[in-house]
């Protein structure tokens, strides 16, 4: 499928470079929307997930439905996802935006919680919605919301229900190896730190729930990715170590399985992401997978200053449903 380099997306002159355009979204950026329904659906492992229900107002001969999956240690409430929400609800689809576990605002039952290659909770969500009678379902995914959504489309063990039909996905981490180089850089200190500050509260609070399980005598040595990985997801998920975590759950080696119409988005001065995020050779060979890399963006930002608030990555996103599956 094509590959749009040369996206006409233009960035505000104010925003120069990578990180201004990343955090700009998380600064400053705020949005009220309407009140959602918050259904708590239990997992097949007797744990819960919580997810926002947006509806809209516009009808349609079929019940249209998009589900949006946050980014690393986000939630529904973020402003990315509640624009993504706005756009969707006003172009003719409801919206489910859910939240991975531990992520809503109440600590999840189980010991464990979600990591970049688990698919098992979106199942569960995709599962909810199709029993609902939605007919016509997208997903929509952040980060490594977006990871998951193409290891979910992908991966030859999955079998993706005939009611999801498309998939736009931006920002996406798609070769994990490569994205932990990426967030060892000095520049990227500030987020990494955020991470691991929000990631050790979790853990402390699963040594209350689990204390012969969850050691944490030695949290405070934590200050990576690749240290956090090697001592907690990988012994948690069956994993011999970090980098096998991370070659197992990287999505790129799926791209080539997925079937349906799935557009990533990712922008080139993305400073979370390695030259290895960009699978170009991918979106030239397969039939559905769209590959759009423009200049500018950073990681979830595609700012747009506008009267009506919606920022570039919100149209595009409409815009590319709107065109694989038509309009309401």
Request: include cysteine.
């Amino acid at each position: 499928m094509p590959i749009y380099e040369n996206t006409l997306y233009p960035a505000p002159f104010f925003l120069p470079g990578g990180h201004a355009q990343t955090l700009y979204p998380a600064l400053f950026r705020t949005l009220d929307l309407p009140a959602c329904t918050v259904q708590r659906i239990t997992t097949p492992d007797n744990d819960f997930l919580d997810i926002d229900f947006h509806y809209t107002i516009f009808g349609s001969p079929k019940r249209r439905l998009a589900i949006v999956s946050h980014g690393l240690e986000g939630n529904s409430k973020r402003s990315y996802v509640k624009g993504m929400v706005r756009a969707l609800v006003r172009a003719g689809w409801d919206a489910a935006a859910w939240n991975f576990r531990g992520c809503s605002g109440a600590p999840n039952r189980q010991l464990y919680m979600y990591h970049s290659g688990a698919t098992e909770d979106l199942q569960s969500v995709v599962n909810y919605c199709v029993k609902k009678g939605y007919e016509e379902i997208v997903l929509i995914g952040f980060s490594m919301g977006g990871n998951q959504i193409l290891n979910y489309l992908g991966n030859p063990d999955h079998v993706v229900h005939s009611s999801v039909q498309a998939a736009v996905v931006f920002s996406v981490p798609c070769d994990l190896v490569g994205a932990a180089k990426a967030m060892d850089k000095p520049a990227n200190a500030i987020y990494l730190k955020n991470f691991m500050r929000t990631l050790k509260e979790k853990l402390v609070q699963k040594h209350e729930a689990y204390p012969e399980m969850v050691d944490i005598r030695n949290l405070n040595d934590v200050k990576t990715f690749k240290d956090f990985d090697e001592a907690y997801t990988a012994p948690w998920y069956g994993f011999r170590d970090a980098l096998e975590y991370w070659e197992k759950s990287s999505s790129v080696k799926f791209l080539d399985r997925v079937r349906i119409p799935t557009l990533l988005i990712s922008a080139r001065n993305d400073p979370f992401l390695w030259p290895t995020c960009y699978p170009t050779g991918h979106a030239h060979r397969s039939k559905y997978f769209y590959l759009e890399t423009p200049a500018d963006g950073g990681h979830i930002g595609f700012v747009r200053i506008a009267d009506d608030d919606y920022y570039w990555s919100e149209i595009r996103a409409v815009e590319f449903i709107g065109q694989v599956m038509g309009s309401v």
